[in-house]
């Protein structure tokens, strides 16, 4: 099971970026898919979610209305839309996979680091 991040770099505040992350290795369509960031000394957070059909998102309160997560099933490949960045969005994001049916997650991807500059 592999989970690949990508689209991280360094943009200037109130730019965007789109992460993707593509599973392989599992059905991707039995899967609800997350988004978590870590910033230097700080500990991981929640950022988004997406259920296994893309049905229902969920969203920290510091990226919501900034930020959209999506998903392509055909692809086996998660999003997340970043707008509006500020500084304090720095951290590297990572992206983790959980089972339908299960309220943890079970495989996590090696991360993409994110830099905004003020």
């Known amino acids: 099971v592999q989970l690949q991040a990508s689209g991280g770099g360094l943009v200037q505040a109130g730019g965007s970026l789109r992460l993707s992350c593509v599973l392989s290795g599992r059905t991707f369509s039995a899967y609800g898919m997350g988004w978590f960031r870590q910033a230097p000394g700080k500990e991981r957070e929640f950022v988004a979610s997406?259920?296994?059909?893309?049905?229902?998102?969920y969203y920290a309160d510091s990226v919501k209305g900034r930020f959209t997560i999506s998903r392509e099933n055909a692809k086996n490949t998660v999003f997340l839309q970043m707008n509006s960045l500020k500084p304090e969005d720095t951290a590297v994001y990572y992206c983790?996979?959980?089972?339908?049916?299960?309220?943890?997650?079970?495989?996590w991807g090696q991360g993409t680091l994110v830099t905004v500059s003020s």
């Open positions: 997406i259920t296994w059909n893309g049905g229902n998102t």
């Open positions: 983790a996979a959980r089972y339908y049916s299960k309220n943890v997650y079970d495989y």
